[in-house]
């Protein structure tokens, strides 16, 4: 089913592809917004990872300088390396 959808660009289920802002991003290959935002699912083998959802702070990162300089972990800047967030 979801094949023959990708197929006729057309996502009955989820509406994808229903504005043009939807296929900013996408395939300009495709003919309409929808098959910009659809691909299909092709033979397996087939991966899954679990994601949860955490809200214990920061999870780490690269050290920097007060100017975002990124600190190799001997403590000098990284020349040309910048971080922020």
Known sequence: AWNG???DEHDPDF???ASAYDGYWGDDKATS???KTLGPIDPA???AVPVSVGAM???GGP???R???VLHV???AITGLFAAG
């Open 74 to 76: 001997s403590g000098t």
């Open 63 to 65: 050290r920097t300088d």
């Open 57 to 59: 702070g920061t999870k």
């Open 67 to 69: 100017d975002g300089r």
């Open 5 to 7: 959808n990708v197929a």
């Open 15 to 17: 509406g994808r592809g």
């Open 45 to 47: 083998p087939y991966f």
């Open 33 to 35: 917004t929808a098959g």
